[in-house]
């Protein structure tokens, strides 16, 4: 399989890899933006990818890496990772793909991904035809009682330095180490993670291509009148959304094994979304890539 090509999107200042599977030109056909997941990249999606233009040929696919992320850039000092900045962001890169002639038919978000589009998608529920969450339907929420707490746990870890992953010897123990970090994952899915993105030093070692500050707390939560409230608007609009929910996966199972738990069941009937259930842990978009290429 012949990798994608490389482009590169101006946002806030930063330059951010996207990955294109398919022609530049455009002539009408669709077009869908996949959105990774936290400490991941946008060739996890390879797969998908080549599978979905398998099926139908005329796709145009974006993945793009998150600033911090594979080739995009890292943010200056005092900068910051939080959700926002990479919901930003991503609007940056539909308004440069719309310009370019570029109409988002689907936008596609895996875990953090999912939980970017879901937000995206409540603010500008114009800025795709469909929505795909896969292992995510949007963030946990908390009530505002609860952030005084969730602010001091982050202005605690500021006196912590941030620590780089160590560098690795090999692919195969880059594949260990990823693993060991998502139990339940297997060889393969982690192979398609992190085959294509480490980066060789001089040292001849493997590095893991993510900025040391993305990890660290999650700075804040919304109460879940604001996450419904989104919801509405998505829904209002016709915007057409499909979750896919991993039955080992971080989106809990409610009274049946194929029914979302509280909260995110609410949030399904109110986006009238069509859920697919499919076996399997969290990392769906590696270990299970023909379940989104058929939605695609």
Do not use: Y
């Not at 795909?132 to 870890?157: F, K, N």
């Not at 070692?205 to 999650?218: I, N, Q, V, Y």
């Amino acid at each position: 399989m012949s990798p994608p090509a490389k482009e590169t999107v101006a946002a806030q200042g930063l330059a951010l890899r996207l990955w294109r599977h398919g022609a530049l030109d455009v002539d009408g056909g669709p077009c869908a933006l996949l959105l990774h997941g936290a400490m991941d990249t946008g060739r996890s999606f390879d797969e998908v990818c080549r599978l979905a233009r398998t099926r139908k040929p005329e796709l145009t696919l974006f993945a793009v890496d998150h600033r911090g992320h594979g080739q995009s850039d890292v943010v200056g000092a005092g900068a910051s990772f939080h959700l926002l900045d990479f919901i930003k962001d991503t609007t940056v890169v539909i308004a440069a793909l719309r310009a370019r002639g570029f109409t988002l038919d689907a936008l596609v978000g895996h875990s953090m991904g999912g939980n970017i589009a879901f937000s995206l998608m409540g603010a500008l529920p114009d800025a795709a035809r469909h929505v795909v969450l896969v292992d995510s339907v949007g963030a946990p929420p908390e009530e505002p009682e609860e952030q005084p707490a969730r602010l001091a746990e982050l202005l605690t870890s500021l006196s912590s330095p941030k620590r780089a992953s160590l560098p690795v010897a090999s692919v195969d123990e880059a594949i260990e180490r990823v693993r060991r970090w998502n139990p339940g994952l297997s060889v393969e899915g982690a192979r398609r993670m992190v085959e294509p993105v480490l980066v060789r030093g001089e040292d001849g070692l493997l590095r893991f291509p993510f900025d040391e500050r993305l990890r660290g707390p999650t700075p804040v939560r919304h109460p879940e009148a604001q996450h419904l409230a989104g919801c509405d608007r998505v829904r209002a609009h016709g915007t057409r959304v499909t979750v896919i929910r991993a039955r080992e996966g971080f989106v809990p199972a409610g009274d049946g094994d194929d029914v979302l738990g509280a909260p995110f069941l609410e949030r399904a009937r109110r986006l009238n979304a069509n859920v697919v259930v499919v076996d399997g842990g969290h990392h769906v978009h590696v270990e299970r890539p023909d379940v989104i290429a058929e939605v695609l």
